[in-house]
């Protein structure tokens, strides 16, 4: 096999009259695999699509059409060889020539496609074009002819195999991108290929597996040839008669170790080699890098209802997940190095798995080589989110294709956990009125239950396939009960307040979230009205919830006051967003094992917004990250509700057992201890206990002015009486000197009364300024070193502006809505 990538020598036109004066009949150069948003921006023509409002200004772009071309040498395909032109991935409607000849159509970003070009090589130059139409164009054709179906945009996105949120969502743009996305290359071969390999892992028992080797084989001359596969010392070749076409091979090994989910155990790797081969020598080849683990959701009925709980190896695992969507709108940016930063991110706080949701793409091999490798968790959408889609042509084959491609290719890696139908789509058919509007048509019901799940049990026999996300496995039951199967709490920021978390106890909730803006370096890189405002316009261009901001000011109510300035609005809507969210983490963490995970919505963002995402699109961390690396922590203590008592909940998501001094402590503002108790407990490994609390705890004196304080050497809980807005704050609690150290800044903050969310907002003084920790309660007295790493030279009083060092007393003296 000879491989010869074609990305050099592109260059992009525009085929449409209807752009720009500037653009039109113009051809720049073009990078491949890349997007013509950005081929237009490094040739200066247009604005950066992220900056103030371009995203409303280059809404021309959807119904551009385009061309790449390029020229390439090659040799002409030899006797009984075979040439193949191959494209990994292109986005979306394109129309392929090679030498004036036609090679054929696509309409699907989510799959490859390969073309025999062996009778229209020559030697020498070579001219390829790939012709782009109009996604949106397209996609509006089908509708005409099959009928529409709902979905959540004001564009037909569910009538075109393409990312959904490239057609904008309610956290992204509508840069509706178009492009070779993916590497395209020319593959030389002769005899015969391997087309695919596919490795079924399996644990045969301690310190042994199976690995048996799926390999499907495309055939240019028929002879006798052998599969040869390898992992470590073990080996095994098996014979394939001529034209053959689907080989199985079976390896049993032995000193095998088990992979584990971080904070579980290690991630062995193995390297696992499959060589097809005749006797001249190696035709083809491919390493699988795999790892020995079981994985199954048990969804046993028990005495609550249908439980969805993730087993590993045996162990039933609490899951401390998040939400993942593409960590670029233009996704060509999105190298394995900023993967591994954004993995590495959600392992340090405290995550175990990542859902990759349907509304994006199928997740590269670097995303998952980097879980493979940090024990992470994968839970894989396929790519239909929210909307009814036809079950008829042209949709159906080419779902069915990518789904087959994808599922064969990401099956190798030990992160997958499960395959998931599809994000909210039998949900919206019971609860959203699309039944009326369908009256009778299709609108997917036959991917969940037949197509989909058919291809995982053929291809992928050893994964867990759940029809959509939320679901109840329990027939006749809505697919959001709290009582079986998967949950969506979207109550809480739509129309509750965060408090009514506790109103459920679902037995797994895989999507909840609070918005709030982006960190304050971010937002004033992409975004320049003056005054900036949260209804400037430009703000508002990258606010895309539908009442965003309305529901950001609603769910202040009751909990910290309205400030008037922009720059305390944005401390409050930051905090608030932390408080919310981990405030469900605590109530869902705290009812293990009938509640069996929690995953937030969402780790990222794919540009500047105001947005749900605990890490921002500069790949900086707001203050719920800081929350949710508090609140997933494998060690918790939480102040929660059990009837008409407030308990003390310890969580112990440890292998060792967990012995806990504990100091339960009920003060004043000003640190004087009202009541005080202290007590030894035992939590076991992996479990929850519930301590009752003494009368002398939980009834204060001066409900304004007192707290709660539960503290052991790994974790501490604090609780006053009332919403902040009821409390006697002072405004002003802390203290602070800084000075610089190697590698940053230390920042000395000491609370002379009780601060609660004690947090430096670093980036505001250096852009690449990061502090160890955040949301800190600090009772009177207290001292805490804050640790700010940056290579920035500044002057350090500035990380104790008031600005920068805040608290949520703060926002009781600042100018307020009236």
């Excluded at 992992?231 to 049993?252: K, N, S, W, Y």
């Excluded at 969506?488 to 129309?495: C, D, G, L, Q, T």
């Amino acid at each position: 096999m000879i491989r010869q990538n074609l990305h050099d020598g592109w260059q992009l036109t525009t085929m449409t009259a209807e752009v720009p004066d500037h653009i039109r009949d113009r051809t720049v150069p073009a990078t491949v695999p890349g997007s013509t948003h950005l081929d237009l921006l490094a040739s200066g023509l247009i604005t950066d699509p992220f900056l103030d409002q371009a995203e409303t200004e280059l809404a021309w772009t959807h119904r551009a059409d385009w061309r790449y071309t390029t020229t390439f040498l090659a040799a002409a395909a030899g006797q009984d060889q075979r040439a193949d032109l191959v494209f990994d991935g292109l986005d979306t409607v394109a129309t392929i020539d090679l030498n004036g000849r036609h090679l054929g159509q696509t309409a699907n970003m989510h799959r490859s496609y390969r073309f025999d070009v062996r009778e229209l090589l020559v030697d020498g130059a070579n001219e390829l074009t790939v012709s782009f139409a109009s996604a949106l164009t397209h996609a509006e054709k089908i509708e005409a002819a099959l009928g529409r179906r709902e979905h959540v945009n004001t564009h037909p996105f569910n009538m075109v195999r393409k990312m959904a949120c490239s057609f904008g969502w309610d956290w992204g743009p509508d840069l509706q991108t178009a492009g070779i996305w993916r590497p395209v290359r020319l593959e030389r071969w002769h005899t015969a290929r391997l087309a695919q390999v596919r490795p079924v892992v399996t644990v045969t028992g301690p310190d042994a597996g199976r690995v048996e080797v799926h390999a499907e084989i495309e055939w240019a001359r028929q002879e006798d040839l052998t599969l040869q596969i390898t992992l470590g010392a073990h080996e095994r070749t098996v014979v394939v008669p001529a034209g053959q076409t689907r080989v199985i091979a079976r390896l049993d090994v032995t000193d095998v170790e088990l992979w584990w989910p971080v904070g579980l155990g290690a991630q062995p790797l193995y390297d696992l080699k499959v060589l097809l081969r005749n006797e001249s020598g190696s035709l083809d080849g491919t390493v699988k890098r795999i790892g020995f683990r079981t994985v199954t959701v048990d969804t046993v009925p028990d005495e609550h209802g249908t439980p969805f709980t993730v087993v590993v190896n045996g162990q039933p695992v609490f899951i401390k997940g998040a939400n993942w969507i593409p960590d670029d709108h233009f996704l060509t940016r999105i190298t394995r190095d900023r993967l591994a930063r954004r993995v590495d991110q959600a392992v340090a706080m405290h995550a175990n798995l990542l859902r990759v949701w349907g509304g994006g793409i199928y997740e590269s091999d670097d995303f998952y080589d980097v879980c493979d490798e940090r024990g992470v968790l994968v839970w894989q959408d396929f790519a239909l989110a929210c909307a009814a889609y036809p079950e008829e042509e042209p949709v159906r084959s080419e779902l069915e294709a990518e789904a087959r491609e994808n599922v064969a290719r990401l099956m190798s890696h030990a992160s997958l956990a499960l395959w998931n139908g599809g994000n909210e789509n039998v949900w919206g058919f019971a609860d959203w009125g699309w039944q009326e509007q369908l009256d009778g048509r299709t609108w997917g019901l036959g991917y969940y239950d037949d197509v989909l799940p058919g291809i995982v049990a053929e291809l992928d026999p050893t994964r867990f396939y759940c029809p959509s996300s939320p679901y109840s496995p329990a027939g006749g039951v809505h697919p959001n009960d709290e009582n079986h199967g998967t949950r969506h709490e979207w109550e809480v920021w739509n129309r509750l307040d965060h408090g009514h978390y506790r109103d459920h106890v679902p037995r797994f909730c895989s999507e909840f979230g609070f918005q709030g803006p982006p960190t304050w370096t971010t937002l004033t890189r992409w975004i320049h009205d003056r005054p900036l405002t949260r209804e400037s316009p430009s703000f508002l261009t990258h606010q895309k919830a539908e009442d965003g901001n309305g529901k950001l000011h609603r769910g202040l109510a009751g909990n910290l006051p309205h400030p008037s300035r922009f720059e305390d609005w944005h401390w409050a809507t930051q905090l608030n967003q932390a408080r919310a969210v981990s405030f469900g983490v605590e109530h869902f963490r705290s009812w293990w094992p009938r509640t069996a995970g929690a995953i937030v919505w969402q780790l990222n963002d794919c540009w500047p917004v105001t947005s749900w995402a605990a890490i921002d699109s500069e790949e900086r961390v707001k203050p719920l990250w800081y929350a949710l690396r508090h609140a997933f922590a494998p060690r918790l203590l939480t102040f929660q509700p059990r009837g008409d008592r407030m308990v003390l909940v310890a969580v112990n998501d440890h292998d060792e057992a967990w012995d806990a001094h504990l100091t339960l402590d009920r003060q004043t503002f000003r640190g004087v201890t009202l009541d005080l108790t202290r007590l030894r407990r035992t939590i076991r490994p992996r479990s929850v206990l519930e301590l009752e609390l003494p009368d002398g705890l939980t009834q204060p004196a001066d409900e304004h002015a007192e707290v709660m304080v539960a503290t052991t050497a790994e974790a501490r809980a604090i609780l006053p009486f009332l919403p902040d807005v009821e409390l006697a704050y002072d405004p002003n609690p802390l203290s602070a000197r800084a000075e610089a150290v190697p590698g940053g800044y230390e920042v000395v903050v000491r609370a002379e009364a009780f601060a609660r969310d004690v947090t430096i907002l670093a980036d505001r003084v250096a852009p690449d300024a990061v502090v160890d920790d955040a949301l800190v309660p600090m009772p009177a007295g207290e001292v805490r070193t804050f640790h700010i790493r940056t290579s920035a030279a500044v002057d350090p009083v500035a990380f104790t502006d008031r600005l920068v060092l805040r608290c949520a007393n703060d926002l009781t003296a600042v100018p307020r809505e009236r």
